[in-house]
């Protein structure tokens, strides 16, 4: 397990444990090659309560019936959500969705507008919980959440090996 610590947000500390499968999934599905399609899922874990620390238990992974690009994807939630639902009935509600990931053809990637108006629209669908948002690169991984209105990154790192 790692512990990724940050004080790169405004609003203080985030802290988040990654198990090093869910590292190692990430990079496996980084976009290396010029004809690879993004990689894309739902992030299934834990929080504190005050939404400062975040434990990422697994991901879900594209599936058929959803659609990819180099440079977009249209996960259909369906398949997704029964994975976070079997998750959250297994660990008598422990483990439930917190955000989502998916990967760019870029070293260090960027959200772009597209990323933002899914991220707000992710938010309005779970205004119980905070969420977080990961964007794997060719290179660094950079995990993003709502601070204040705006979408920080609160943690980047090398991803290679």
């Known amino acids: 397990m790692f512990v990724l610590n940050s004080e790169?947000?405004?609003?203080g500390k985030t802290k988040v444990h990654v198990p090093l499968e869910l590292l190692n999934?990430?990079?496996d599905n980084r976009q290396l090659d010029k004809d690879s399609?993004?990689?894309?899922?739902?992030?299934?874990?834990?929080?504190?309560?005050?939404?400062?620390?975040?434990?990422l238990d697994t991901c879900t992974?594209?599936?058929?019936q959803d659609s990819a690009t180099r440079t977009s994807f249209n996960l259909r939630a369906s398949h997704h959500q029964?994975?976070?639902?079997?998750?959250?009935?297994s660990s008598k509600g422990t483990l439930g969705y917190v955000?989502?990931?998916?990967?760019?053809?870029?070293?260090?990637?960027i959200p772009s507008n597209v990323?933002?108006?899914?991220?707000?629209?992710?938010?309005?669908?779970?205004?119980?919980?905070?969420?977080?948002?990961?964007?794997?690169g060719q290179v660094n991984m950079c995990i993003f959440r709502e601070v204040e209105?705006?979408?920080?990154?609160?943690?980047?790192?090398?991803?290679?090996?």
């Open 8 to 11: 790169m947000a405004t609003n």
């Open 25 to 27: 999934i990430w990079r």
């Open 37 to 55: 399609h993004e990689a894309f899922g739902a992030l299934i874990g834990s929080q504190s309560e005050c939404a400062s620390e975040f434990w």
């Open 61 to 64: 992974l594209p599936q058929k």
């Open 82 to 89: 029964r994975v976070v639902d079997s998750y959250f009935k």
């Open 99 to 109: 955000g989502t990931w998916h990967t760019h053809p870029q070293h260090t990637p």
């Open 115 to 136: 990323d933002i108006s899914d991220w707000c629209e992710c938010i309005k669908r779970n205004p119980d919980r905070r969420l977080l948002f990961v964007i794997i």
């Open 149 to 161: 209105g705006i979408f920080e990154c609160v943690y980047k790192e090398e991803i290679d090996e």
